[in-house]
C-alpha cells in the first residue's frame, strides 16, 4: 500500500508541566507522559484539520478523535476516502516535531484493479495535503515521503 508520510515542526504553544497537571483527571489517560502527549497534539490536529477543511478537494472531514499515541481522521478527496494520523514525534533536538501518516482507505486489492485512477488520485491527495500545510500558519518545515508498505 502506498502512503504519505511525513514530518513537520509545530510553531504554537507546547504544553509544560503545569498545564498537563491543572489538566482535568484524566483527559485521556493517567499516564503523565500520554496526557502531555494528548495535549500537546490536540491543538495540532484541529490546526490541520482546519487547513484541510479550507482545502477546495477535501470533503467529508469529520473529527478528529484521539487514539493511542495520536490523533485520527478521515476524509474524501476526489471521491476517495483517506485515513490521516498524527502524532508527537520529537527528533531529539526539538519536542515540536510531529508525524503524519495519511493512505487510502480501500485495500489493496482495489489499488491494484483501478491502478490508474489510484495514481492520480493519489497525486491528487499530495497537491491538497501539500497546499493544507503549507497555509497552517503554525506549521513549519515540512518534510514529505512517499513509500510503499
Known amino acids: 500500500m502506498t502512503m504519505i508520510f511525513g514530518t513537520f515542526y509545530w510553531a504554537g504553544d507546547m504544553p509544560d508541566d503545569d498545564d498537563v497537571e ?3 483527571k484524566p483527559v485521556f489517560s493517567g499516564d503523565f507522559g500520554e496526557q502531555w502527549q494528548y495535549i500537546a497534539t490536540e491543538p495540532v490536529i484541529q490546526s490541520l484539520c ?3 477543511r479550507s482545502c477546495e478537494t477535501v470533503r467529508d472531514l469529520h473529527g478528529p478523535n484521539p487514539e493511542d499515541h495520536g490523533w485520527y481522521t478521515y476524509f474524501t478527496v476526489d471521491g476517495w ?3 490521516l494520523y498524527l502524532q508527537w514525534a520529537p527528533d531529539g533536538n526539538h519536542e515540536n516535531c510531529f508525524e503524519f501518516e495519511i493512505r487510502l482507505c480501500n485495500n489493496w486489492w482495489h489499488q491494484i484493479i483501478h491502478r490508474s485512477v489510484y495514481n492520480s488520485r493519489f497525486r491528487a491527495l499530495g497537491a491538497a495535503i501539500a497546499n493544507a500545510l503549507a497555509t ?4 513549519e518545515n515540512v518534510a514529505f515521503n512517499r513509500r510503499a508498505a
Open 81 to 83: 476516502r483517506w485515513f
Open 136 to 139: 497552517a500558519s503554525e506549521i
Open 50 to 52: 482546519d487547513a484541510l
Open 22 to 24: 491543572r489538566a482535568p
